[in-house]
């Protein structure tokens, strides 16, 4: 099976770069696993790359990229950073600021009886190892997400996700505390791989033969709607990243079956 690319470019001009990311890199550093793979330095990588000439011409000079903001490891989709230092500060002004509107897809476990919900319980980092998020009314952060139910089969759903806040593992979180965890999220739900067995009719998948449709996380951060100087359309910027084929092929078939 032909690996996935670490990321591809969704945008890129002389001040901002807007990558879609695997799910399983890094976006910066781990505090406690400093050799993991990530995507600021392999982003960089490919700039300098680049920037580079053809055979026998001097070799450029290191390109530095500025991280805006974060995504989880596991999640996949946009990463925008910045070039340089006022485009850096502009732009994490505008994600402190909640000028940006975030919309991701993700896949969970059970059918929601609500067509549209919000959560907004408090969240706090408790600072371990597995950089768990958990809820806690007096020391947590106030936290806001709106969710709409797109469709759904068996016992999973697909659900939009619009967070106002940016707290670590809001969207996965929350969606645990209402009762419908993303699919294959070991921290706050189950790691089990999903399988067409597992919602086609009539299928009985074989556990030593059935390849799964998705064994990682089933989020992805889909939109990215920001304010950017220079911006065609009233000063925003709209940044969209396609699916990756894993998740786009559970959804083809959930879509599929569930008619």
């Known amino acids: 099976m032909k690996k996935n690319e670490p990321f591809t470019v969704v945008y890129e001009d002389p001040h901002l770069l807007a990558v879609n990311k695997s799910s399983g890199i890094a976006v910066t550093a781990d505090r406690w696993d400093p050799s993991l793979e990530r ?9 300098t790359a680049g920037a580079a000439g053809g055979e026998g011409a001097p070799a450029a000079a290191e390109v530095r990229i500025l991280t805006v903001h974060r995504i989880d490891r596991d999640c996949s989709g946009l990463v925008v950073f910045a070039k340089d230092g006022e485009t850096h500060r502009f732009l994490c002004e505008a994600f402190e600021g909640r000028q940006v509107k975030k919309r991701y897809i993700a896949v969970v476990h059970g059918r929601p009886a609500w067509k549209e919900t919000s959560c907004d319980l408090p969240l706090v980092a408790n600072g371990n190892k597995k950089h768990l998020t958990i809820i806690d009314k007096y020391r947590g952060k106030k ?4 969710f709409r139910l797109l469709g759904g089969v068996g016992s999973y759903a697909v659900v939009e996700a619009r967070p ?5 593992h809001q969207i996965r979180v929350h969606l645990a505390a209402l009762g419908h965890p993303i699919v294959c999220d070991p921290l706050y739900g189950s790691d089990k791989p999903v399988f067409l067995s597992s919602f086609k009719r009539g299928r009985r998948g074989d556990p030593f033969e059935e390849r799964p449709l998705l064994q990682r996380l089933g989020l992805h951060a889909a939109e990215l709607v920001l304010p950017y100087r220079g911006a065609a359309a009233e000063g925003l910027l709209r940044l969209i990243a396609p699916l990756s084929r894993d998740l786009a092929a559970l959804l083809k078939q959930m879509e599929k079956q569930g008619g």
Do not use: I, Q, V
Not at 164 to 168: F, I, L, Q, S
């Open 39 to 47: 995507l600021d330095r392999l982003a960089a990588a490919k700039l």
């Open 143 to 146: 936290s806001f997400t709106a």
């Open 164 to 168: 106002e806040t940016g707290r670590t």
